[in-house]
DNA sequence: CCACTTCTTTACCGATCGGTTGGATTTTAG
DNA sequence: CTAAAATCCAACCGATCGGTAAAGAAGTGG
């Protein structure tokens, strides 16, 4: 946000005049106003305005308006998406159900952010123009949904989970309770209810 | 869709040259034009050009484009909506939330659309100009999530739930799971699977 | 110091945005 | 038949869209 922070000195420094804003910074705060506006929703000036930096200065660090959006989706997935891998990470199944549900609701009605998901409201719809970044998106989705059915599915041959277990199913339905959370969670939805409804939605899991 | 269809002959009559387009046709394709490209995505141009009118006429029978949208979304409420109101009308709680979720797989998988919900994706985030149809999107889900609870509590009154039953989870546990397969449709996912995930969902139905 | 490289700034590009104007056209009312 | 009313069409409006050109500013390497 602030433009006298000053720049870290590159890993390789190059000749000529080093750029005044902290690339990683500047990204942040693109990534806040893509996850609040959407895709084609954030205009130019909306985003150069957030980042403290111009035009030029943008295309020159990110390429195009694609490219910022994409390097935002990447960044969303190392910080408030950051919960996805740590439950994949967990020992047992049960233990990676409810972190990916819990992490859902803390991520999507964290005060501090847009609210909602970045990777579902980013690009859900787009006109012709954006229709390569919406297709991205929905690819996006579907790899994570393909991680965690390979990871419950891992569970059932470890034993973690009954080996009759429909691990396709299983996933998909928690990956639709965590984009109908991040729904609600952008409709207004309070942490505390949304966090009910997560308990709900592990109520039947398999024994 | 086809101009050649003869105008409607309208109740009071009045002076002055006829329309020459079917106004609920046209207003079909506007509908189909903002479910697959959301309000702000949906540009005049493409607008006009599915409804088959030119930007004047499309003024002048529904407002704005503002104007247009909110009359597109009610028609989406009797059209592929429908199946809420009449979910609502089931005599048993179960009943109610199975067709719940039958019916918003049913109708974001149709094929003969363009696939998710228009009330989920039609202006789930927006630039600022669009804040405006962004904030009473918000409010018609929260106000079908309401209707929902409300059935569910007389069901738990009638004695059809546990009288200890958490009605306000349960609704929002609902909405929260047809919002998600509305996602996940938008992302390619077919009727049988989201089936299979409206079964489980149902799994954990209170006796 | 100088030559060179890179970033920043301002101002601008054509295209498209939502919306409107004015006149030709087609109807009804009298 | 004429006057009034409403629609249709082409062309246009200022504003904004994503993206860029050109020149000044600020660094590095010699």
Redesign the pocket.
């Known amino acids: 946000m602030s433009?006298s922070t000053p720049t870290k000195a590159p890993a390789t420094?190059?000749?000529?005049?080093?750029?005044?804003?902290d690339r990683e910074e500047a990204l942040d705060a693109a990534m806040h106003v893509f996850w609040r506006q959407g895709y084609?929703g954030?205009?130019?000036?909306?985003?150069t305005e957030a980042m403290g930096?111009?035009?030029?200065?943008?295309?020159?660090?990110f390429g195009?308006?694609?490219g910022l959006f994409r390097e935002a989706v990447a960044r969303y997935g190392t910080g408030p998406g950051r919960y996805i891998r740590r439950a994949l990470g967990q020992p047992r199944a049960r233990q990676v159900a409810e972190m990916l549900l819990r992490g859902a609701v803390a991520s999507a009605t964290d005060l501090a952010s847009p609210g909602g998901c970045l990777w579902v409201q980013g690009a859900l719809v787009t006109?012709t123009?954006g229709e390569m970044i919406r297709t991205e998106m929905m690819a996006l989705r579907n790899a994570g949904t393909t991680q965690i059915q390979d990871r419950l599915d891992r569970a059932r041959r470890e034993g973690d989970l009954p080996a009759a277990t429909d691990v396709q199913t299983l996933a998909l339905f928690l990956v639709s309770v965590m984009n109908g959370i991040a729904v609600q969670a952008s409709s207004g939805r309070s942490r505390e209810a949304l966090n009910s409804v997560a308990d709900y939605a592990l109520k039947s899991w398999p024994v």
């Open positions: 433009l420094p190059r000749a000529g005049r080093p750029r005044s804003f084609e954030a205009s130019l000036t909306a985003l930096i111009n035009r030029p200065s943008l295309y020159a660090a195009d308006k694609a006109s123009e």
